[in-house]
Nanobody
């Protein structure tokens, strides 16, 4: 089993920044891909960004250039630096991890952290 613990959400004004962190523990040697998904009210959960153990990344078009993802394999932690935030970025953000391919949802989820962008 793998446990994912997220931190870093909150309320921020448009144009501001937040950094999300997700630390993995447990049976982590199986984890190839770690990433972030988000779900806004009334919408489906969507991929935001993901990264492999080797550092290959993928991003949703809506966040490219604004939300760089990074990973510290020694700490088993993935980060999402969210810059130039917009109201439409408001959602619950979920950490996701798995042993599969980049862009494919992994089996493990965090509890979710709320990000609200509002003036």
């Amino acid at each position: 089993q793998v446990q994912l613990v997220e931190s870093g959400g909150g309320l921020v004004q448009p144009g501001g920044s937040l950094r999300l962190s997700c630390a993995a523990s447990g049976n982590i040697f199986r984890l190839n891909v770690m990433g972030w998904y988000r779900q806004a009210p009334g919408k489906q959960r969507e991929l935001v960004a993901a990264i492999t153990k080797g550092g290959t990344t993928t991003y949703a078009d809506s966040v490219k250039g604004r939300f760089p993802i990074s990973r510290d394999n020694a700490k088993n932690t993935v980060y999402l630096q969210m810059n130039s935030l917009k109201p439409e970025d408001t959602a619950v953000y979920y950490c996701n991890a798995g042993g599969g391919l980049l862009g494919v949802r992994g089996n493990y989820w965090g509890q979710g952290t709320q990000v609200t962008v509002s003036s």
